[in-house]
């Protein structure tokens, strides 16, 4: 059974800092593509970034290119997302998925993503 479990989100001021992190079980890793996406509310789910975990490749939306750093712990299991510079347009709730590889190898459509988490809240203060 495949699980993808998110943490790290919260409440912090703009330009302050967050760590979120998946901690995902139950795949064969160096198969997939491992992403985040967000949805704040009232609006469509996005993409903000993802790593191939074979790799390491990483791919970033334009909007957190600079700000955010995604990054894998393979003995752990587990990606995470380094967050800086937050501005009040992050908040969102940040949702860890899972796409099967080589059908998406650093993947942007929702719809290429097989598994998902439950989100995780981040909330940025003017």
């Known amino acids: 059974q495949v699980q993808l479990v998110e943490s790290g989100g919260g409440l912090v001021q703009a330009g302050g800092s967050l760590r979120l992190s998946c901690a995902a079980s139950g795949l064969t890793f160096r198969r997939y593509t491992l992403g985040w996406f967000r949805q704040a509310p009232g609006k469509d789910r996005e993409f903000v970034s993802a790593?191939?975990?074979?790799?390491?490749?990483?791919l970033y939306a334009d909007s957190v290119k600079g700000r955010f750093t995604i990054s894998s712990d393979n003995a752990k299991n587990t990606v995470s997302l380094q967050t800086n510079s937050l501005k009040p347009e992050d908040t969102a709730v940040y949702y860890c998925?899972?796409?099967?590889?080589?059908?998406?190898?650093?993947?942007?459509?929702?719809?290429?993503?097989?598994?998902w988490g439950q989100g995780t809240q981040v909330t940025v203060a003017a």
């Open positions: 790593i191939w975990w074979t790799s390491g490749a990483t």
């Open positions: 998925a899972a796409a099967p590889a080589p059908a998406c190898l650093l993947c942007r459509g929702e719809r290429q993503y097989a598994f």
